[in-house]
């Protein structure tokens, strides 16, 4: 029912957001946040470190810091000083239901720019680079995808990891037993827990949920990149204004260098909540992305270039 | 509302999008189906241990309804999925959760079967319960044991009157199997989410999904008015229509 009304609404958000903007007016989620007085976030609760929960149950994390910018932006942009912001937790299953639904104005998670979701909505520059890989049990002696041959593997609903490593299951014949789950925290316990033999995620997300492991040593992350995962801020389609605005608050951030302190703040230095350090440099594809910020999305062969 | 990309080739495993709503319907039938008859035949034993005079059958019974229908059918689901392979013994919870066949399927058939169960029980429990006080007497007074008058008048005439709240339970048992896509199981619903993840189709592929949940129900319905017509007792209940 609750997806129902959502879809409801987003055609409804679609139809005001098709209309034509009349001379200077506001149109848009631009109206829409002056309208209310509030701008919504869509955070996640289990991407370490780019969006989660510290011990207070407060979301945080590099995504949710660089969103901090950009509500910075619209507050000058807008002149309203007391914009109000208000978090809304979302999972990979419900990130573009809301966000269309009108739910939330940007998601600052984990989310793969893809060719594919380019057709619902939209995305800012790219602002970290990553890929598929898999988590598996450093006993099982699993060395890479092909030794998952009728395996287990457990995958969150909704990622793009999903379609990578279903398309790879398909195309070698590896007979793979597939068993979905919700969000990252559940998928790491049914291989903590010896249900499943991997999980294919996003290799930065794999070391996060690796550092906040009971038993950090018992797990091993294996494998080429399956898929290439350019991550960047969601937004709704057809919304020039309110893209310029984001586009223009992450650029600047690049262009000041200011990303640097953020990046390390979140990848080199220890983090909430248990005060890991990921000690992970700042790869060549992210380094290029911010020399020339763009929002080039995924193929739909899961490669940057089909 | 398009229908079309039920035609399409799915994102995997080879088939349309239509294959994945008929893979979906099957688990859920057979997740429902497997589920009632754990409910009703272990429903069916805890209602008459209930309503027995004898301490040892009806306080285990009451104590299994009161545990059971109290806990939400979602614990239940992860408590025989989550928690269950880590209490038995290693070898055995390990077999659990990677040699035995389908865990997922197993998981949500034992957890709906014995939460159905519990209700189940309550509802034989009345049905026996309903028949009046003289009818038992009078079957012992002409000589038969306890055990005769269960078999011959409560349970014949208690099943009877309790087929309509029964009807209910089979009926509810089809949508709680929704439950069951919390712990990986891809029937209807489940399928119904994927689906529309991938095509973004959501409108229409869970407007299909309410369609066949309808049609599954309005089916059970038919089948208990069969059921119920045919082993009506003339002059007793069931005879008003």
Not at chain 1, 85 to 91: D, I, Q, S
Not at chain 1, 194 to 215: E, S, T
Not at chain 1, 227 to 241: K, L, N
Request: overall charge positive.
């Amino acid at each position: 029912m609750k997806r129902i009304s959502t879809l409801m609404l987003s055609l409804a958000a679609a139809s005001v957001l098709s209309m034509p903007a009349v001379g200077q007016e506001l149109a848009g989620t631009l109206k829409k946040i002056t309208d209310t007085g509030v701008m919504k976030i869509g955070h996640r609760d289990a991407s370490v470190p780019f969006s989660y929960l510290d011990d207070q149950q407060k979301p945080i994390g590099y995504g949710v810091d660089i969103c901090l910018k950009i509500v910075d932006k619209v507050k000058a942009e807008l002149k309203m000083p007391n914009l109000k912001v208000e978090f809304v937790p979302v999972t990979s299953q419900t990130r573009i239901p809301i966000l269309m639904g009108g739910n939330i104005d940007v998601e600052c998670g984990s989310t793969t720019n893809s060719v594919e979701r380019q057709k619902q909505v939209d995305f800012a520059p790219t602002y970290f680079v990553t890929g598929t890989k898999i988590i598996v049990k450093k006993s099982s002696g699993i060395k890479g995808y092909d030794d998952l041959k009728g395996k287990t593997v457990v995958f969150t609903q909704g990622t793009t990891n999903e379609r990578a490593i279903k398309a790879y299951n398909d195309e070698k014949k590896l007979g793979i037993n597939f068993l979905p789950s919700k969000d990252h925290a559940e998928s790491f316990l049914a291989v903590q827990t010896d249900r499943a033999a991997a999980f294919p995620m996003d290799d930065i997300l794999l070391y996060g949920l690796k550092a906040g492991a009971k038993n950090p040593d018992e797990f091993v992350i294996v494998g080429e990149f399956l898929s290439d995962d350019p991550y960047a801020i969601m937004m709704r389609r057809d919304d020039p204004a309110f893209k310029k605005v984001v586009t223009d608050a992450v650029s600047a951030l690049y262009k000041s260098g200011d990303i640097n302190k953020i990046y390390t703040k979140w990848f080199e230095s220890k983090i909430p909540p248990k005060g890991i350090n990921l000690s992970f440099p700042m790869s060549d594809g992210l380094k290029e992305a911010v020399k020339s910020p763009n929002n080039t999305g995924v193929g739909a062969c899961g490669k940057m270039k089909c | 509302m398009d229908f079309s990309f039920l035609s399409q080739p799915a994102f995997s495993g080879g088939g349309t999008y239509l294959d994945w709503v008929i893979t979906g319907i099957k688990w859920t039938v057979l997740v429902s189906l497997c589920a009632w008859v754990i409910a009703f035949s272990v429903g069916s034993v805890l209602g008459v241990m209930r309503t027995t005079k004898v301490w040892w059958l009806n306080g285990p019974a009451t104590a299994y309804v009161e545990l059971f229908r109290n806990i939400p059918l979602l614990v239940h689901m992860f408590i025989w999925y989550f928690v269950m392979p880590e209490m038995v013994p290693k070898v055995l919870g390990a077999w659990m959760k990677q040699g035995m066949p389908m865990p997922e399927f197993w998981s949500a058939v034992f957890a709906l079967g014995f939460y159905t169960a519990s209700r189940v029980a309550e509802q034989v429990r009345s049905g026996i319960q309903s028949i009046p006080r003289g009818q038992t007497n009078a079957a012992l007074a002409t000589g038969l044991t306890m055990p005769q008058v269960y078999r011959h008048l409560l349970l014949p005439m208690g099943y009877r009157i309790v087929i309509p709240p029964l009807t209910s339970e089979f009926l509810t048992i089809f949508k709680n199997s929704s439950v069951a896509l919390t712990i990986g199981v891809l029937e209807l619903t489940a399928q119904a989410r994927t689906i529309s993840e991938y095509t973004f189709r959501t409108f229409e592929i869970f407007t299909l999904a309410t369609v066949v949940y309808v049609l599954i129900t309005m089916a059970v319905v038919v089948v208990m008015q069969l059921v119920e017509r045919r082993v009506r007792v003339p002059g007793y209940i069931g005879t008003g229509r």
